[in-house]
């Protein structure tokens, strides 16, 4: 029986995650124990170096590894349940309903075989009850909403029509009709020029104060992280080395390799 979540509740909590893959013939640990909350329209970063374990951390909030060569271990908890216990089926429906994901490629989550009008669309008509005619308005309107220029006339392009930043607006678009009650972005501005990076983290912030959306931001970059953090945990060879509130790491950082990343900061 689940637990009724509380409103004081986190949205996510990871106790003691750690994720395993096989690697010739035995297990090889390659997150180990790291335990966080998300609470209520919080943003938290996961920061650290290429390779330390974020995406694996993310994929295995999902449940998105290959089951035959990946073991997690731990407990993930949302909205009172453990996803890591949970049979496929309704892990699909988290996916569906209650988490949604950016990835640094967008090209990864939009079908290329359906326009972008008709995946919003889509979308919100598995939400909400409206007719057609009301869902493509609020696609327009989510569309605008996102920045997308000429958002009218852009409903009927495939996704292949899109930049990688308008991709990756397009996806926000998608979390903003879902309204997930967390949003998973790893490193969504990374492969995006500088001048478009910012203003995907200023629509993202957007969406966190206007919807209260929680969000769990992936990145190697310290900067980012300042920009749009209130918490960061510091991940450096699938350890949690550090965690705390965005401002006492900057300023009292302790572990040897946050005081490394901050030192990359211009
Ligand atoms: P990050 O996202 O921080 O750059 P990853 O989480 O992608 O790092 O990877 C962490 C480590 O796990 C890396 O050493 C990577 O090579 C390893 N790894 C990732 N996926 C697999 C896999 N499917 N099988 C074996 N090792 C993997
Ligand atoms: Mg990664």
Not at 13 to 27: A, C, I
Not at 51 to 59: D, I, R, Y
Not at 183 to 199: H, K, M
Request: hydrophobic share 40%; proline share 6%; aromatic share 4%.
């Amino acid at each position: 029986m689940p637990i009724a979540p509380r409103a004081t509740d986190p949205v996510l909590s990871v106790e003691k995650l750690r994720t395993s893959f096989m690697v010739d013939g035995s297990w090889k640990p390659v997150v180990r124990d790291i335990s966080f909350t998300v609470a209520p329209g919080e943003t938290v970063a996961i920061v650290g170096e290429s390779g330390s374990g974020k995406s694996v951390t993310s994929l295995s909030i999902m449940r998105l590894l290959q089951p035959d060569t990946s073991r997690i271990e731990g407990k993930v908890m949302l909205g009172g349940r453990n996803l890591l216990a949970l049979p496929e089926h309704e892990m699909r429906k988290v996916r569906g309903n209650d988490v949604a994901m950016i990835f640094q490629e967008p090209m990864t989550s939009l079908n290329p075989l359906f326009t972008i009008g008709d995946q919003i669309s889509e979308a919100l008509l598995c939400h909400a009850p409206m007719s057609k005619g009301e869902a493509k308005a609020e696609t327009i309107r989510i569309l605008e909403k996102v920045r997308i220029p000429s958002a009218a006339s852009r409903f009927d392009e495939y996704p292949h029509r899109f930049s990688g930043g308008m991709r990756q607006r397009v996806m926000i678009a998608m979390a903003l009709a879902t309204k997930p009650k967390l949003l998973i972005a790893d490193e969504p501005t990374t492969a995006l020029d500088v001048t478009i990076q910012g203003q995907i983290l200023d629509l993202i912030k957007t969406l966190q104060e206007e919807e209260g959306t929680s969000v769990l931001f992936i990145t190697h970059d310290m900067g980012v992280v300042a920009e749009i953090a209130d918490r960061t945990v510091v991940m450096y060879q699938g350890e949690q080395v550090e965690t705390g509130a965005t401002t006492d790491i900057f300023h009292r950082g302790q572990h040897p390799y946050t005081r490394a990343l901050l030192s990359a900061v211009p």
